[in-house]
């Protein structure tokens, strides 16, 4: 280790799930377990989806048919919450419970909003692997006193890697 510079131990993994780029649940499971740190799963609903499909000329054309058919919000929300429903229970067949603490909580907002809410809780170093990215890779690192919803947003917009969020 180069002098000047402090090891961290990461003491929890929020794993945010989205609608359309749920990652692997599984990978997530395994780090988690490998680094026996607690894991939270966070599927957030997009507000702004809700907000459309609410719209009178709403619609959705589908595929390969090209069909256009309006879009039912109620329909949208059992479809997210069907998913979310499938991704706790991905995590809860690909964790033991006896050596991980997790626990998974469904949000409904913006993704920026929501994860930055989540990553304030406990102050402790923070492991976020945003919808899609490798658990795996070599995160970013960002202290939580420059983050707002703004710079999280900006983190969040096509994210590659995780992010390291140090108290």
């Known amino acids: 280790m180069a002098e000047g510079e402090e090891e961290v131990r990461i003491a929890r ?32 609903e997009d507000v702004e989806l809700l907000r459309f499909a609410a719209l009178p000329f709403a619609a959705e054309v589908g595929f390969p048919s ?21 991704l706790r229970q991905a995590l809860a067949t690909a964790l033991d419970p006896t050596a991980v603490s997790w626990s998974f909580r469904v949000a409904r907002g913006s993704r920026a909003e929501q994860l930055l809410s989540a990553a304030t809780e406990g102050g402790v170093p923070t492991l976020l692997v945003p919808p899609g990215t490798d658990p795996r890779a070599e995160p970013a690192v960002v202290s939580l006193s420059e983050l707002t919803e703004e710079s999280s947003r900006e983190l969040l917009d096509g994210a590659q890697r995780p992010i390291l969020i140090l108290p």
């Open 13 to 44: 993994i929020i794993a945010c799930f989205a609608p359309g780029s749920a990652g692997s649940p599984e990978a997530v499971a395994r780090l988690a377990a490998e680094m026996q740190v607690e894991l939270l799963g966070l599927f957030i």
């Open 66 to 86: 090209a069909a256009r058919r309006s879009v039912d919000l109620a329909g949208l929300e059992r479809q997210l919450h069907a998913q979310a429903a499938g």
